[in-house]
């Protein structure tokens, strides 16, 4: 009986490998996000089927402020998380790794200082919830609404 039973958990293991190493390309993201009750949008672009890219700025004044550069990338079969944050990091990209549960795109980067993870939760085609939180407990949690492209410039 053990062996039918360790046999069976070695063949679902195997089973189950590949299903976590195919975690779909988050393509949701594409287009521009607008937070709730601020003035600060998150923007992407597809480049390829493997490739996003994108950035976080706010509009002061009519003026698109730029904060960080952002970029999704398959390589291999990981999925990374780049970010180049303006006057941060001795202007070097950080790279963050990406899993996936419960409908949840987490990037994880224990090593980085602030954040460690980025967490983004589609809740429908047009809202998103995303979380930025660090080991120390520091969390900036906030919802965007998928607006249209123009819209984000014109205010």
């Not at 293991?13 to 996000?33: A, D, M, N, R």
């Not at 700025?57 to 952002?70: A, D, M, P, T």
């Not at 941060?88 to 549960?101: A, I, M, P, S």
Request: glycine share 6%; net charge neutral; with cysteine.
């Amino acid at each position: 009986m053990k062996a039918i039973v360790i046999a069976t958990l070695l063949f679902c293991s195997g089973l189950t490998q590949p299903l976590f190493s195919q975690i779909s390309f988050p393509h949701f993201l594409e287009g521009t996000w607008k937070v709730d009750n601020k003035e600060r949008y998150e923007h992407w672009d597809r480049i390829n089927a493997n490739e996003l890219k994108g950035l976080s700025y706010e509009l002061k004044n009519g003026q698109k402020i730029v904060s960080e550069y952002l970029k999704l990338s398959k390589i291999n079969d990981k999925i990374i998380y780049t970010a180049l944050v303006i006057g941060q990091n001795n202007g070097k990209e950080v790279n963050f790794e990406l899993t996936y549960q419960d409908s949840t795109y987490s990037f994880v980067n224990e090593a980085h200082d602030f954040p460690n993870y980025i967490r983004y939760t589609p809740l429908s085609d047009k809202r998103l919830h995303i979380v930025v939180e660090g080991k120390s407990g520091k969390i900036r949690s906030f919802f965007a609404q998928k607006i249209a492209t123009e819209a984000a410039t014109e205010n």
